[in-house]
């Protein structure tokens, strides 16, 4: 007979006595009687110290069974535990020493070692020995066990390869060690408790949280399944805060799912799986199995488009579809690419709201908050609102350096700057190009209006149509105005004077901003364009518009028709004024010509008008007779003309620019006259 070793390897939490008991009966009901076991799987089930390298006969494994509970405080707890599982989860009491063997087996590489080589030469024996445990036949303890996978707390059931019912890793400790009596203990390992909410929603004005905290109120009120929130936008925007505020404003717990914990200093996958999104899920799913009874928390999933983008890869579309409706638990979830979701997944979605980059006035309003112990001014929290592209996120991450370097007033503001400054840059999203701004003050009688010639009808007046556009634009109406005529003309500080003068605010776009090089792309500009100045009531300023919509007959490429086709499509459905602005009108599709309400050409300076930029550009009163022949004579100047020589005064204020002017104006006169032609004939 074997001789037992008097070392032991013993420890409590591999359960060495109920895995033995258990490999025992496994052994006991197996058929064969021919397998061969490992030292190291017979030690590590049995904690006894056994010879190395060495192959065990089953007569020998029974040989080393434990007499006697070296840890029965274990043992208990694993028993209790198992009960506990069984109410938790709605399983009959029948099923503990079933819900028993799969703690210990995951508890145990042992007794798990030891099943795979009995099940290699009888497939039944673990079916027959549940049975005979629990008094439940196989068909029962399957339906049984598929309760606790449907929701994730196992892994698979199959009596032919019990290695697929594990359990994940955070947990095996907890229901070895810690007797349960709530569902928080169990899941203790597997919560992080979302931080407490810095915000009110007052302060996400730019949102319609009315909406969002109306909707969680209600749903809250009534068990529903399928409720699923997707928020959008920008990274930094703040979408997580409010998640947090939201949670707060109906008095729920929000826990925040994620795939990744700390672990000696490392990062590892909660339950060592090798793809993250396939572990969250699972994670999810444990989670939303465990709340299903409770009406106390919300589920939040940041950066959740992972999930979506590996469905079909790593699991299927369908089942991760199951999981937006059928969840019994509401959700929140987050994303800085809406983009990466196919359609199909966000209609599963019950409410999908967009968090864009704070407008100034809230931007302004939330910055109190993070800027408070700075003792910045009044005057720099306004400047700091009206930066386009910065995120909350953004301005809280450089308040935190400065705070670091305890800095205030004066000096932390230059911090801030240049912190976010960096960020922006490093984001792509660096400050953006200056806004339009003349050299000269904006003075509409410089502007001479005509209508283009065959555009006209026989009675209508410049005066009439200028009124009209005021008038449509005063009302926000999608009025389309085509403005034609040399550069310098005065076209797009006019535009620009109109929005200013009406309180809008003016989407300029430019051939860069709508062009690219990849085929298709270009379409998808004109349209986002168009969607952004619909979403934000921004009045369009399209400049170089014959750039983007030359004549059709003349394209060389299929993609130039379709640019020029999405560009009609889009002016067919503005829903705000849009301008065009072209030096080459002739080059322009006619169907785009139809498409715009009025046509208006920007003549050249007249003669009074010349003079008059004359004397403002040089602060004088009169000209001398050769000042006012000359410019009686340059007829081809425009105000643009004009605001290079006020350019060259503030960059050489030391100069005498009014010597040298005439000659100045005369160059560009004549560069605008055209080359002569060749030959006698004219």
């Known amino acids: ?176 060690k810690q007797p349960l009596t709530s569902a928080e203990q169990l899941m203790a390992p597997l919560i992080c408790q979302s931080r407490e909410a810095q915000f009110s929603l007052s302060q996400f004005g730019h949102v319609n949280t009315d909406l969002l905290a109306n909707y969680l109120s209600a749903i809250t009120k009534q068990p529903t399944v399928g409720i699923n929130i997707l928020l959008y936008g920008k990274a930094g925007t703040g979408k997580t805060e409010l998640a947090r505020t939201l949670a707060n404003s109906v008095q729920r717990s929000l826990l925040e799912v994620q795939s990744l914990r700390l672990e000696e200093g490392k990062l590892v996958g909660a339950f060592h799986s090798r793809n993250p999104a396939s572990q969250r899920l699972v994670y999810l799913n444990l989670l939303q199995g465990l709340l299903s009874g409770s009406s106390g928390s919300l589920l939040l999933v940041d950066e959740c488009e992972s999930l979506f983008v590996q469905a079909d890869e790593h699991y299927t579309k369908e089942g991760l579809m199951r999981v937006l409706e059928q969840n019994p638990v509401p959700a929140i979830w987050i994303t800085n690419h809406a983009e990466l979701l196919e359609p199909s997944f966000i209609r599963r979605f019950k409410l999908v709201m967009e968090v864009p980059v704070p407008e100034e006035s809230f931007a302004y309003a939330m910055s109190q908050q993070l800027l408070t112990s700075l003792k910045v001014s009044d005057e720099y929290r306004l400047l700091l609102a009206e930066k386009p592209n910065v995120t909350p996120a953004m301005v809280g991450n450089a308040v935190h350096v400065a705070t670091t370097l305890k800095l205030k007033g004066t000096k932390a503001e230059a911090i801030l700057d240049e912190v976010i400054e960096a960020t922006l840059e490093a984001c792509g999203e660096d400050a953006p190009l200056p806004k339009y701004q003349g050299e000269l003050v904006f003075d509409d009688s410089l502007v001479n209006f005509k209508i283009v010639k065959e555009q006209a009808t026989s009675n209508e007046q410049t005066a009439e149509i200028l009124a009209s556009i005021n008038h449509a634009v005063e009302q926000a109406m999608p009025i389309r105005v085509m403005l034609s005529g040399p550069p310098g003309t005065g076209k797009t500080a006019w535009v620009h004077h109109l929005a200013e003068t009406h309180g809008y605010e003016l989407m300029h776009i430019k051939c860069s901003d709508v062009l690219s ?85 920007c003549d050249y300076l007249t003669s009074e008008q010349r003079q008059a930029l004359y004397k403002q550009v040089f602060g004088i009163k009169r000209l001398t007779h050769i000042e006012i022949s000359t410019l009686n004579t340059l007829n081809q100047l425009t105000p643009g003309d004009f605001a290079i020589l006020a350019r060259r005064q503030r960059f050489e204020p030391k100069r005498d620019h009014r010597a040298t002017a005439l000659a100045l104006l005369g160059a560009e006169n004549s560069r605008k006259q055209g080359k002569p032609r060749i030959g006698f004939i004219r």
């Open 1 to 176: 007979m074997l001789k037992r070793s008097k070392s032991r390897l013993w420890r409590a939490q591999y359960c060495h006595y109920l895995a033995s008991r258990y490999g025992e009966a496994l052994i006991c009901a197996a058929f064969t009687r021919e397998g061969k076991f490992s030292s190291s799987m017979v030690e590590s089930m049995t904690g006894e110290k056994v010879e190395r390298h060495k192959q065990y006969s089953l007569d020998d494994v029974l040989a080393l069974i434990p007499n006697e509970d070296r840890a029965p405080t274990a043992s208990n707890t694993v028993t209790h535990n198992a009960k506990f599982l069984c109410q938790l989860f709605g399983l009959p009491i029948k099923m503990q020493p079933v819900v028993a063997f799969v703690i210990v087996m995951n508890a145990n590489l042992g007794l798990k070692g030891i099943a795979d080589v009995l099940l290699d030469d009888d497939e039944g024996v673990l079916e027959r020995v549940l049975v005979a445990k629990s008094g439940l036949d196989s068909e029962d303890i399957i339906k049984q066990l598929d309760k606790l996978a449907n929701c994730q707390l196992i892994e698979e059931v199959s009596f032919v390869t019990p290695y697929l019912m594990k359990l994940p890793v955070p947990l095996i400790p907890i229901l070895v």
């Open 517 to 601: 090089k990849y085929v298709g792309d270009s379409e998808q500009n004109v349209a986002r364009l168009f969607r952004e100045a619909d979403k934000q009531q921004k009045l369009m300023l399209i400049d170089e518009v014959d750039s983007l919509l030359s004549k059709r007959e003349s394209a060389h490429a299929q993609y130039e028709v379709q640019l020029v086709n999405e560009l009609l499509s889009q002016l067919e459905c503005n829903t705000m004024p849009v301008f065009a602005a072209t030096n080459a009108l002739a080059s322009i599709d006619s169907a785009v010509m139809r498409r715009f309400d009025f046509k208006l050409e």
